[in-house]
């Protein structure tokens, strides 16, 4: 696992030089750190959830190009609850009918809540944007993504498989008198070869803008795995802060 780990990395880092080298003074850059989390102190015992993630976007006209970390850990009566991570590459070629797009996308994670000891996600599909506006974006997505798990489907099983899932997204990004941002993403990727295999995925967050580059933060995340029978609510709460150049 460290080595996919350290693999993913160095794809991210790769991709963000190409991206640099490649891109002319026209581009723009964006930087997105969220650093949020929970805690609960009780007499029955103490929780809590830290909740990280950095994004580099790298965009121009007619393509671009977004590279993701994020992590999860967590710990409820010091048991392990949470430690879920993801990296993830994808671009966007802006080229098709107005308002729509082609996609690519590449991703690894490990997840100790959904019992994920290795994935990769790898595929390409087409989206379009209902809603195309500076404070008000509706997309909808689909695509094929090639799947292949190493998971725990028991406590005592471990599987390694691959298949291919129909990957179905639908997002929305609104901004309500540049003060307030509602963000939301949603996944249903069920397999093509197993009728009993799906992942979803929704997150939900709304931000409160305090400068140009801070935002209080907070957000909601569901997850499923039908084939480990595990799933996951995060709601966490923090700061996020942003950077254009």
Same mark, same amino acid.
């Given at each position: ?18 991206? $640099? ?13 969220? /650093?949020?989390?929970? &805690?609960?102190?009780?007499?029955? /015992? ?8 950095? #994004?580099?976007?790298?965009?121009? $006209? ?37 308002? &729509?797009?082609?996609?690519?996308? &590449? ?15 790898? /595929? &390409? /599909? ?31 099983? #471990? ?5 291919? #899932? ?35 995925r929704t997150t939900f967050g709304l931000g409160f803008k305090v400068t140009n580059w801070l935002a209080l933060n907070s957000s909601f995340a569901y997850n499923k795995i039908t084939r480990t029978k595990a799933e996951n609510t995060l709601l966490t709460y923090g700061l996020k802060l942003e950077k254009y150049f």
């Amino acid at each position: 696992m460290q080595r996919s780990l350290i693999l993913c990395l160095l794809m991210l880092v790769l991709a963000t030089i190409t991206a $640099k080298a490649q891109f002319n003074d026209t581009t723009n850059y964006h930087l997105i750190f969220n /650093g949020s989390g929970t &805690a609960n102190r009780a007499p029955e /015992g103490n929780t809590y959830l830290l909740n990280n993630a950095l #994004r580099f976007e790298v965009k121009k $006209k007619s393509v671009s190009l977004n590279a993701t970390n994020s992590w999860v850990y967590g710990k409820s009566n010091g048991s392990v609850t949470n430690n879920d991570y993801s990296a993830a590459i994808d671009f966007n070629l802006y080229k098709a009918i107005p308002h &729509a797009y082609y996609w690519g996308l &590449a991703n690894y994670n490990t997840s100790f809540s959904l019992k994920i000891n290795n994935q990769l996600l790898a /595929g &390409a /599909g087409i989206a379009y944007s209902i809603l195309d506006r500076p404070n008000a974006y509706l997309n909808v997505s689909d695509g094929i993504l090639y799947d292949l798990s190493d998971i725990n489907t028991s406590d005592t099983t #471990r599987e390694v498989y691959n298949t291919y #899932r129909n990957s179905l997204r639908l997002q929305f990004h609104f901004v309500i008198k540049d003060l307030i941002t509602i963000d939301s993403g949603n996944f249903w990727q069920p397999s093509l070869l197993r009728s009993n295999d799906h992942i979803i995925r929704t997150t939900f967050g709304l931000g409160f803008k305090v400068t140009n580059w801070l935002a209080l933060n907070s957000s909601f995340a569901y997850n499923k795995i039908t084939r480990t029978k595990a799933e996951n609510t995060l709601l966490t709460y923090g700061l996020k802060l942003e950077k254009y150049f």
